[in-house]
């Protein structure tokens, strides 16, 4: 069983930064392909960024140079780094992980952007 658990959500004003983090569990590679996407109300849920073993990474154009998505392979976690956060951020950020075929999904952590 695999389990995704993310952290380091909250309020955050405008402008300001934020640091998510989720550590994988379970049955699951250390070098799976990991992601950060986000849902905000009344929308689709969206790519924010992807980081692949050895660090290589894909990013949504449009965050690319705000979001910043790192790994730590021995502890089975990815990161993601918000800067110049807007409130257009707003949204639950999901963490996935791709192993043998199967995409597993964290429970998701809010984050809001609002003065």
Known sequence: QVQLVE???GLVQPGG??????AASGSISSTSPM?????????????VAIIFTGG????NDSLKGRF????DNAKKTVYLQMNSLKPEDT??????AVYRGYIYWGQGTQVTISS
């Open 7 to 9: 952290s380091g959500g």
């Open 17 to 22: 930064s934020l640091r998510l983090s989720c």
């Open 35 to 47: 992601g950060w996407y986000r849902q905000a109300p009344g929308k689709q849920r969206e790519l």
């Open 56 to 59: 290589a990474s894909n990013y």
């Open 68 to 71: 910043t998505i790192s790994r």
């Open 91 to 96: 949204a639950v950020y999901y963490c996935n």
